[in-house]
């Protein structure tokens, strides 16, 4: 199985300001994805992150909030643009090699 | 859209056997059926996956019928720490990646 590092593992951010999540796998895989999860909420699924290609986004999400980097088959990040209170939620990266997949623990994300 | 629909919530007691069941109409032939544990403030972590019939493992069975438009997951004697919220996920294949969308899950209480 794969293990996923992401860092930081929690943040409380100004209003307006940006982050970047970075979402380590210790072993190459095919998908990387990205998940939103709000509090008591399930998981929603942001964008698939694609390998050396522009990350293809779910309905609901666009590029310039949430661009998103994959430069090899271990490594991606999410970065969370000009923040709102309302983008407060845990933010968790996927590593899926044919139809199992693995989840970091998540970055909580506060907006103030 | 999820492709799958279970209860919001169940109530258990210790040493009880627990019986999680999911519904998939739509679910593609070459589809599997796949079951994640969360647990508050951690990523989903993999349970069971089948196809058909039965799997076993663990920590867990899984039964699917023939016509795979449901399944149930069966946790043997519960104990207090498998109060989680159980994901039943189906891959959607529809934009060419198999990804997974989560439904709302079952949050499954067990008490002493």
């Known amino acids: 199985s794969a293990v996923i590092s992401q860092k930081p593992s929690r943040d409380i951010c100004q209003r307006g300001t940006s982050l970047t999540i970075q979402c380590q796998v210790d072993?190459?895989?095919?998908?990387m994805f990205w998940y939103r999860q709000q509090p008591g909420q399930s998981l929603t699924l942001i964008a698939t992150?694609?390998?050396?290609?522009?990350?293809?986004?779910e309905s609901g999400f666009v590029i310039d909030k949430f661009p998103i980097s994959r430069p090899n088959l271990t490594f991606s990040t999410l970065t969370v643009s000009n923040m709102s209170p309302e983008d407060s939620s845990i933010y968790l990266c996927?590593?899926?090699?044919?139809?199992?997949?693995?989840f970091g623990q998540g970055t909580r994300l506060t907006v103030v | 859209l999820a492709k799958t629909t279970q209860p919001i919530s169940m109530d258990s007691y210790e040493g009880q056997e627990v019986n999680i069941t999911c519904s998939h109409n739509?679910?593609?032939?070459?589809?599997?059926i796949t079951w994640y544990q969360q647990f508050p403030s951690q990523g989903p972590r993999f349970i069971i996956q089948?196809?058909?019939t039965k799997v076993t493992n663990e920590v867990a069975s899984l039964f699917i019928p023939a016509d795979r438009k449901s399944s149930t997951l069966s946790l043997p004697r519960v104990s207090l720490s498998d109060t989680a919220v159980y994901y039943c996920?189906?891959?959607?294949?529809?934009?060419?990646?198999?990804?997974?969308?989560f439904g709302t899950g079952t949050r499954l209480k067990v008490l002493a």
């Open positions: 996927s590593a899926q090699e044919n139809t199992e997949a693995f």
């Open positions: 072993s190459q895989v095919t998908m």
């Open positions: 992150a694609n390998q050396g290609s522009e990350a293809t986004y």
């Open positions: 739509n679910i593609a032939t070459n589809d599997y």
């Open positions: 089948g196809y058909k």
């Open positions: 996920l189906v891959g959607d294949r529809a934009s060419g990646t198999y990804k997974y969308i």
